[in-house]
Each structure stands twice: as structure tokens, then as C-alpha cells.
């Protein structure tokens, strides 16, 4: 009996673990803390692949909050070209150019960006969100800049956002 308990109180502690990090991570998620540029890589018609440095206390939780960053960037800020030896990638606009926008819609980009949400469907960590080996940093005292790659369904990503009313259709006029 007493083994259950402990065993019941273990389950429950980590569960409140895990919680507390998703919250934690959601926390840092609202202050968009992150750097978006192109990546060098191979990404088919329609999708643009992206390297995203997030700032976190956790190496783990930027990790996590790779994908979500990768497409605010791709919506909000648009992409920085990336200049490497013999690559040059250019980079790209925000999907989303009405700077008033994200606050517009506030409760649909809450609902888009919440853990499991829609925003899911249109990323795909490369390397299973693993970063290259350099691209772990620690920046002050108790702070990590992490970066990942991660393709981004940039085309698919813009329907959502005409579906949704947030930008016009292209071609739909001024």
C-alpha cells in the first residue's frame, strides 16, 4: 500500500513537472524572443527552410519552442538572407504585413499558436529538432540561444492566413 502511494506521488510530481515546463515555455513563447534567417538546405516549391535561435533559461524548452518561432517569423518578420562562403540565400517578407494584425486577431493566433495547435501542420523540425553542433550558446549567466532548423510550409501557411481573414488573397487587389 505504501508503495502505491509513493509511486502514485512520484507519477504526480513529475506530471506537475512536465506542466510547469509547458507553462514555462509558453511563458517565453509570448515574448517571441528569437532570430529567423534562411538556411542553407534543400526545401521543395512552397516551403521555405529556416534556422531559428531561441533564447531560453532551458536548452530543451527552446527547442520546443523552435517550430512555434519558425512560423511566427515566416508570418510576422519575415526571413533574413543568409550569406554564407559560396551560398547566398535570399531572404523573405512576412506573410503578414499589416503590423497591427497579430493583435487584431489575437484569439485566433492564441488558438494557432497554443500547444498541439494548427501551427503544427505546417512545420517540420529538420534533424528531429536536434541542433547542429555549434548551435548551442550560452549567452549571459543563465541563458541559451538555441538554433534549429526547421521547414516551414510557407504557401500553405499564407492560405491558412486568406482562409482565416488575416491577409488578402493574392491578386485580390488593394
Wanted: hydrophobic share 40%; charged share 30%; net charge positive.
Amino acid at each position: 500500500m505504501k508503495l502505491r502511494i509513493l509511486l502514485l506521488a512520484l507519477c504526480v510530481c513529475f506530471s506537475a513537472g512536465a506542466g510547469a515546463q509547458k507553462r514555462k515555455a509558453n511563458k517565453e513563447t509570448e515574448q517571441w524572443r528569437y532570430e529567423i534567417e534562411a538556411a542553407v538546405g534543400q526545401a521543395v516549391q512552397g516551403n521555405i527552410l529556416v534556422k531559428v535561435y531561441t533564447y531560453s533559461k532551458d536548452k530543451n524548452t527552446a527547442i520546443a519552442q523552435a517550430g512555434k518561432n519558425a512560423v511566427h517569423g515566416v508570418l510576422f518578420k519575415g526571413v533574413a538572407p543568409k550569406n554564407e562562403a559560396n551560398v547566398r540565400i535570399p531572404g523573405q517578407k512576412p506573410i503578414v504585413t499589416d503590423i497591427d494584425a497579430e493583435e487584431e486577431h489575437r484569439e485566433y493566433f492564441k488558438e494557432f499558436f497554443k500547444d498541439g495547435g494548427k501551427f503544427q501542420k505546417y512545420i517540420q523540425l529538420v534533424n528531429n529538432g536536434i541542433p547542429e553542433a555549434g548551435d548551442v550558446v550560452k549567452v549571459g549567466k543563465k541563458e541559451y540561444k538555441v538554433g534549429v532548423k526547421v521547414l516551414v510550409a510557407k504557401d500553405a501557411l499564407r492560405k491558412e492566413m486568406e482562409a482565416a481573414g488575416v491577409v488578402k488573397q493574392l491578386g485580390a487587389g488593394f
